[in-house]
């Protein structure tokens, strides 16, 4: 059960549950931004909808490490606590699509359920060419579609409130490096 309890269902297998924990990832985004960090957010919630894991991206130099994606690092966190047949309950839910790396670690990580805010699209209008933040121009469907089990997506959704975090920040960092 991916809606947690007393989920209401709404269109394109989306439930009530699913937006709360979508704008959880978005607010910690927010969060992520004001410890200087990139403003992406992940987190795994198990079968029943509780929260096993939260992430923010570690990947700003000159301290971070580039791999360390808030998604990976969500997945990473559940991964060391549940079984791969628990993870494969699991739904991912990020501030912003999955890159391609990303995406292999939620394949790997035996999740089979991602709920996205921005798209990787919306993220690249925001970021433009900046160096920290080399967007690739690959949607996470495809590199779902590329494996030998299913991994569900929902998303673009609340686009608006996923921008809001990043708003500024990419002029900003730019103008400090």
Not at 22 to 34: E, N, P, T, V
Not at 108 to 128: C, D, F, K, P, Q
């Amino acid at each position: 059960m991916h809606d947690g309890p007393h989920a209401q269902m709404m269109s394109d297998g989306v439930t009530s549950h699913d937006l709360a924990l979508l704008r959880r990832a978005i607010a910690l985004s927010a969060d992520a931004r004001a410890q200087g960090r990139h403003p992406f957010a992940a987190l795994v919630a198990d079968g029943q909808g509780r929260v096993v894991s939260i992430a923010i991206n570690n990947a700003l130099p000159p301290d971070g490490d580039p791999t360390q994606h808030a998604e990976l690092r969500a997945v990473s966190q559940a991964a060391r606590i549940l079984s791969p047949e628990a993870m494969a309950d699991c739904t991912l839910y990020t501030s912003a699509e999955p890159c391609c790396m990303c995406a292999g670690a939620v394949y790997w990580g035996n999740i089979r359920r991602v709920v996205y805010a921005l798209s990787e699209h919306g993220l690249l209008a925001l970021t433009g060419a900046h160096p920290e933040n080399p967007t690739f121009s690959l949607p996470c469907r495809e590199v779902f579609a590329r494996g030998q089990h299913p991994v569900a997506v929902l998303g673009p959704m609340l686009e608006d409130e996923a921008a809001r975090p990043h708003a500024g920040f990419w002029c900003e960092a730019a103008g400090a490096a």
